[in-house]
């Protein structure tokens, strides 16, 4: 589901202190509920995701023909990334946040993680269009339950980077972002049915998922 970018700015994230800079482009609430040692469970499932696995056959078409516009193009050489066209964010950390847990790396996705803590993990990417961030935060409801939220935060290369934001923007939200969430769910599903000794497939029909996000 997509929240509106207070459902970010209003919580006291420690990802504030060092991205003013940035704007956020998305803000969705993850179908993962769980508890509060749930945390790294999500972060590690997040880490793991391939660039087009498991997604629908329109997200995966869209990820090929955005791969190979970066191979023609140049955006995702060595020298448009981080520590090449811009600093990495690692920079910027408070001495804390530098010293700690830094988080997992990434399988596939060309993401670095920058920190982890209990209830919040940021990591970044860049290429020759941004500079981006995506924070994935663990959210209580008041009631013993946690959900996760996802936040993407862009800073653009220029006037090109912002022209590609945009023209981007309305196929992120009516196809790669609900891929990308039904993908997170059903892993979801199949980690907790897996701890608790179900087969995959009857976890993917247990209740664990919120019915509501469906």
């Known amino acids: 589901m997509k929240l509106p970018r207070s459902a970010h700015t209003s919580r006291p994230w420690r990802l504030h202190e060092f991205t003013r800079d940035f704007r956020i482009e998305d803000v969705w609430a993850l179908p993962t509920l ?10 590690q499932l ?32 060595p020298n448009a990334g981080l520590g090449s066209r ?11 946040l530098r010293d700690g ?15 982890q803590l209990d209830d919040e993990w940021a990591a970044e990417t860049a290429n020759r269009t941004m500079h981006g961030v995506m924070h994935v935060g663990w959210v209580s409801d008041g009631a013993g339950r ?18 590609y934001m945009a023209a981007i923007r309305p196929f992120r939200h009516s196809i790669v972002y609900p891929a990308m969430l039904r993908r997170i ?20 029909r247990s209740p664990a998922a919120d019915p509501s996000e469906r």
């Open 34 to 43: 769980g508890g509060r040692g749930d945390f790294d469970r999500l972060v």
């Open 46 to 77: 997040m880490s793991s995701g391939g660039r087009s696995g498991g997604s629908s056959r329109a997200a995966r078409a869209l990820w090929a023909i955005r791969w190979k516009l970066g191979e023609l193009l140049g955006w995702d050489e």
């Open 86 to 96: 811009v600093p990495t964010l690692r920079d910027r950390l408070p001495v804390d």
């Open 101 to 115: 847990p830094s988080g997992p790396d990434f399988e596939t996705l060309p993401f670095s993680s920058l920190y």
């Open 146 to 163: 946690y959900r996760g939220q996802l936040a993407v935060l862009v800073k653009p290369n220029g006037l090109f980077g912002t022209v």
């Open 185 to 204: 769910e059903r892993g979801w599903q199949a980690r907790a049915g897996t701890e608790r000794g179900i087969p995959v497939t009857e976890a993917s």
